[in-house]
């Protein structure tokens, strides 16, 4: 009997440690198998079934766990929807947060958002912070309530207070967009870094991007890629890029050209758009990797498939002069990339659209489309853009007939070239 108390005991502390350990899915929480909750035997279940078959709340949400990850027993979700429910319906505050994730996730019961928001709000009611912090996010996302930054934010603190990572980053967010409270950025420093402090990669990215920018803190270089650095060593893309960006400015260091690489490599190979399209144009230049054309042609591809506006234009432009990188020259790709890099709103792409148009060049010769883009680029400060918009604004004035091409202005301008981001 005193072996089957020490094995209550230890599983007891086990589940606590189960029930704290949780993973992000879907942008939700769900329990995780813990390590040390993994060993357990037929006795162990056996215990945990008879104080559970007595309404021993705990024990039912003990047994639930075990079914819904398959501990000690055959994973069974339905079973473990069974016992959340009857720990849940006692006021045990984890069997509701549970069985509210099965709810918002399908698992062992047909997926019913307002169900789950329910059940969670009776376990965060309870002080449940993680419950706690997903009622926030279901607010935050209009998930089975009304969307409601406020309330999302109300709930994000008060499991912030209690010391959860992941509401503290959302929180430091909110506060960063000024989302459901009103914008401080030294209070978005403030809770990203009690996140970052507990290990959370986006919050130390988020810290690390303060102090480079000097926003809520003093700026602070070294600071900043120290923190990029903790989340890029747990796999958080953007920190690669960003600590890949910064290697890559101080690239006349031999060693930190490596690292540039090895940063935005890591970045790109998990699909960052940006990190993706810095390898293309290394590979390009032959800048920290033998230059090669047509492997900086595949990053580009695979940016571009990303709506990144750079790699679209750039890629065609490829198109259209061809050669590069083994692409041949296709004025029907150059048109359709250069259009997306427009629409997405690069200024250098609308003005070279607009030339193409004013010209008839790999699309059909519309000045009305022309102006159109070229407006658009002209808006956004480009300074050829403004100048022949200007011009040509000036020309219908004069005139007051329908705009017509002026081929000498667009014969002072340079032909459509590679022009390469910063």
Known sequence: MKKLQEKICVFVVASSLL??????????????????????????IMLFRKAAERGEA???????????????VTQ??????????????????????????????????IQDNAEAVKWFRKAAEQGDALAQTDLGRCYSSGIGVPQDNAMAAKWYRKAAEQGNAQAQARLGWFY?????????????????RKAAEQGHAQAEANLGWFYNNGIGVSQ??????KWFRKAAEQGNAWAQRNLGSYYFSKRDIPEYKTEAIKWLRKAAEQGHAEAQRDIGTSYLAGIGVPQDDVEAVIWFRK????????????????????????????????AKWLRKAAENGLA???????????????????DAEAMKWLRKAAEQGHC???FLFEKLEEAQRETRTETKRAPNLFETLSAPSLIMPK
């Open 58 to 72: 705990w024990a039912q949400a003990n047994l639930g766990r075990c079914y819904f990850s398959g501990i000690g």
């Open 19 to 44: 029930f704290a350990a949780c993973v992000h899915r879907d942008d939700l929480i769900l329990p995780q198998t813990s390590s040390t909750a993994t060993q357990v035997d037929e006795d162990t």
């Open 220 to 225: 602070d270089t070294a600071e900043a890629v």
């Open 76 to 109: 069974d979700k339905v079973e473990a929807v069974k016992w959340f429910r009857k720990a849940a319906e006692r006021g045990e505050a984890k069997g509701q947060h549970f069985l509210g994730v099965c709810y918002l996730n399908g698992h062992g019961v």
């Open 303 to 334: 940016a571009a498939e990303q709506e990144d506006a750079f790699a679209q234009h750039i890629l065609g432009v490829s198109y259209f002069f061809g050669g590069t990188g083994g692409l041949s020259q296709d004025k029907a790709e150059a």
């Open 384 to 386: 050829d853009a403004v």
């Open 348 to 366: 250098l792409a609308q003005m070279t659209l607009a030339m193409w148009y004013f010209a008839g060049t790999a699309v059909p010769q519309d």
């Open 176 to 192: 960063s967009n000024g989302m459901g409270v009103p914008q401080d950025k030294v209070e978005a420093v403030k809770w990203f």
